[in-house]
């Protein structure tokens, strides 16, 4: 019996018409999960239920190229999971959960999503998903990284206290070394254009003529270029969550676009701080939402300073923990009153904080690993180390609440490997049968960048832009509007006419 091993990964953004929906028309796909004669009955499906997730899981291995311009050479394994529907009578085909990242694992997605999932699709779809080479249960690859500089807060390239990045070139120059040393031609083949297909060759092992996808994040970007290489194999495609697609820039673009993505996010966190219904709980952290944001910049630069002993032995809180704790936590409203206790127990000389398990512990090396090489091996970075120290002070000066991170060097600048393709440039051409949902205050995928991935998609795309902050739209923030237009597009091919705007 195959053996799937446990994930854990943290993943490393027009007008707005007045009406929620102004009308709709109907995007067509096969009826009844029509099959194509090329593929089929190459997957060996297995159970694979775990607590909490979808009764009927089931996992197995597929194979795919290390490299697809030599398909008969050596192999790589995916893991893969399915959730079969239990309505054959309603079944209409199968839709692909594409997960975020680079590094988040679609097996570990399925189970955490997939009852929510299913009790919306109302049995039109198989669910499947994956885990992209480099993650969990796929082959995997590993640079070597001593574990101090797998800690989350250290990959994400946080400057000094003083601004300097000294400490960060150096950093990032020992871990690109390391991976050109270790990772071999398997970490090499960590790219988002692998994955992309990937997906192609898992659509014909599951014999489908056609897939509708839900991507989320990351996702969203390896969703659009799937529906750019493979337009003809899309049904009902769904983007959550999406970043600026700029082929120049990729990654290095969603980077630079946190710095104000965190900046238009951090007003919601300070209005739920400063609420007078937070006295009850013991979590207010301020008179005014105004004075929150001082009150954070202040910490962390005294934490930058003086670091505070945690719970976690040898591992006190510091500016950067603190900051890093933030990007995460803002993803959802959910987080803000954990947050809230972090900064509680910063200020309080009697308290110890307490680190979630993200910041306590280093990632495991092939998760840092896949993240680092995918986005390094996307794009070509710039080398400059004074480029980079220049870009951080100014958006350090410009943007305090991630103090000249999103400019900040990463292995990429010294890495030895440059990409071996241009990345996809997305365009209208293709069929009209994508939806996409947005936050108007993603801290990690802004809406500014979704907007990019709107006006290249044009008259393929619809915007679904709904009025609150968090990361991740559909069945994850709680607005029964826009979940609804997501659930109608997917379970009976409805999609609005026009961009449409759903209230908070």
């Known amino acids: 019996m195959t053996t799937y091993r446990n994930h854990s990964r943290k993943t490393l953004l027009l007008a707005l018409s007045a009406a929620v929906v102004a009308g709709s028309l109907a995007v067509a796909g096969p009826v009844g999960g029509a099959r194509a004669v090329e593929g089929g009955g190459g997957l060996e499906w297995e159970p694979c239920a775990q607590a909490g997730g979808p009764a009927g899981q089931e996992c197995a291995e597929l194979e795919v190229p290390l490299d697809y311009g030599k398909p008969g050479g050596r192999q790589l394994t995916l893991a893969v999971s399915r959730v079969r529907s239990e309505e054959p009578q309603a079944r209409r085909g199968t839709l692909l959960f594409i997960p975020g990242g680079p590094g988040g694992s679609g097996v570990q997605a399925l189970t955490r999503k997939g009852n929510a999932l299913l009790g919306e699709l109302n049995g039109a779809y198989d669910v499947v998903s994956f885990d992209p080479r480099g993650v969990g249960g796929s082959t995997t690859a590993s640079c070597g990284l001593d574990a101090d500089d797998r800690y989350l807060a250290k990959l994400r390239s946080w400057p000094g206290a003083d601004g300097r990045i000294g400490e960060n070139v150096a950093r990032s120059r020992r871990t690109a070394e390391a991976c050109d040393e270790n990772g071999g031609a398997v970490l090499r083949s960590f790219t988002s254009a692998n994955e992309v297909r990937d997906i192609e060759r898992f659509r014909q092992a599951l014999g489908e003529e056609k897939l509708s ?18 337009p003809e194999r899309t049904d009902r495609w769904v983007l959550d969550s999406s970043g600026d697609p700029d082929p120049t820039r990729v990654e290095r673009g969603w980077m630079a676009n946190t710095s104000r993505a965190v900046e238009d996010r951090f007003p919601d966190f300070a209005a739920w701080a400063a609420d007078p219904d937070r006295d009850g709980e013991g979590l207010r952290l301020a008179e005014r939402p105004e004075d929150v944001r001082p009150l954070f910049i202040a910490l962390a630069a005294r934490l930058d300073r003086e670091p505070k002993e945690s719970t976690t032995e040898g591992n006190p809180l510091t500016g950067a923990m603190l900051r890093q704790a933030f990007l995460n936590g803002l993803y959802s409203d959910s987080v803000f009153p954990q947050l809230a206790r972090l900064v509680q127990a910063a200020q309080d000389p009697a308290a110890k904080p307490v680190l979630s398990p993200d910041l306590a512990q280093p990632l495991r090396d092939e998760d840092a690993s896949v993240t680092i090489a995918v986005i390094c091996n ?16 100014e958006d350090r000066a410009r943007y305090p609440l991630t103090a000249g991170m999103p400019g900040n060097i990463l292995p990429c600048a010294f890495w030895k490997n440059g990409p071996a393709e241009k990345p996809t440039r997305i365009t209208d051409r293709g069929p009209s049968n994508i939806l996409m949902i947005q936050s108007l205050r993603d801290p990690s995928t802004p809406y500014f960048g979704a907007l990019k991935m709107r006006e290249a998609l044009g008259d393929r795309a619809r915007l ?9 739209m559909y069945l994850a923030n709680g607005n029964a509007c826009g979940d609804s237009l997501v659930t109608a597009f997917l379970t009976t091919g409805e999609r609005p006419e026009r961009d449409v705007y759903c209230a908070s």
Do not use: C, N
């Not at 996307?378 to 002070?393: F, L, M």
């Not at 679904?464 to 991740?472: A, E, I, L, P």
């Open 213 to 230: 996808a839900w991507g989320t994040s990351y996702g969203t970007y390896i969703g659009a270029v799937y529906a750019q290489k493979y």
């Open 378 to 393: 996307d794009v070509r970075w710039p080398a400059s180390v004074g480029g980079y120290a220049r870009a951080t002070k």
């Open 464 to 472: 679904v832009t709904v009025d609150q902050g968090g990361h991740g």
